[in-house]
């Protein structure tokens, strides 16, 4: 079984600050990691991902994530928090093992930056 | 390049009436696809998915039903609306190794 956790339902920060969204996960095999955005009424956008490698993933808009096997964590982060990124970020994960691909996506979590 | 269509963007039903919302991948072949309902602007809920033509997994037991078939038609029924089902549909698709692509949803309300 695959799961994904985000303990906060919404993140304030301020236009210029850092900005770090958490995210932990659960699988029995290796994990395959996302972080998605979505806009009100629009569908998922592709973030970044995790496979293998440098732990530390670059993605689009300025957003990286760090992976940690040993907090089985996956938080995504930006340095300086535009008001532009305020959306919706998803945390999802996929067994490598599993069949069709399956992610599991967590709850959600509300970013407002504020100028 | 690939692209997912998804229709239509907003839909407003009577209960008991039909659901057809179709899904098509443009730009691949023999994707895996999806169908996804998000409540109140929260998480997705997997609710089927196809690695192939006629071949539909559900995830969870509800009024609804999925069809494949097509390589790249993914399309979500159902034969009555219950109140229950409006919500926010998206369909994705993915290979094994890559991240989901997704549609611009269906915004479905049953009343």
């Known amino acids: 079984a695959q799961s994904v956790a985000q303990p906060e339902d919404q993140v304030n920060v301020a236009e210029g600050n850092p900005l770090t969204v958490k995210c932990t996960y659960s699988v029995s095999g290796n994990p395959y990691l996302f972080w998605y955005v979505q806009y009100p009424n629009r569908g998922l956008q592709f973030l970044l991902k995790?496979?293998?490698?440098?732990?530390l993933v670059k993605g689009s808009y300025g957003f990286e994530a760090e992976f940690n096997k040993s907090q089985t964590s996956f938080h995504l982060k930006k340095p300086s928090a535009l008001v532009s990124d305020s959306a919706l970020y998803f945390c999802a994960v996929r067994d490598l093992g599993t069949n069709a691909g399956k992610s599991t996506f967590g709850d959600g979590t509300t970013l407002t930056v504020k100028p | 390049s690939q692209t997912i269509h998804q229709w239509p963007a907003t839909l407003v039903q009577p209960v008991g009436s039909p659901l057809s919302l179709e899904c098509t991948v443009e730009g691949t072949s023999n994707p895996n696809l999806y169908w996804y309902r998000q409540a109140a602007g929260r998480g997705l809920q997997l609710l089927f998915y196809?690695?192939?033509?006629?071949?539909i997994s559900s995830e969870v037991p509800q009024n609804l039903s999925a069809s494949r078939p097509q390589d790249r038609q993914f399309i979500l029924s159902s034969k009555k609306l219950l109140l229950s089902d409006s919500g926010f549909y998206l369909c994705a698709w993915s290979r094994m190794n890559t991240e989901a692509f997704f549609g611009q949803g269906t915004r479905l309300t049953v009343v």
């Open positions: 196809s690695v192939g033509i006629g071949q």
């Open positions: 995790y496979i293998t490698g440098d732990n």
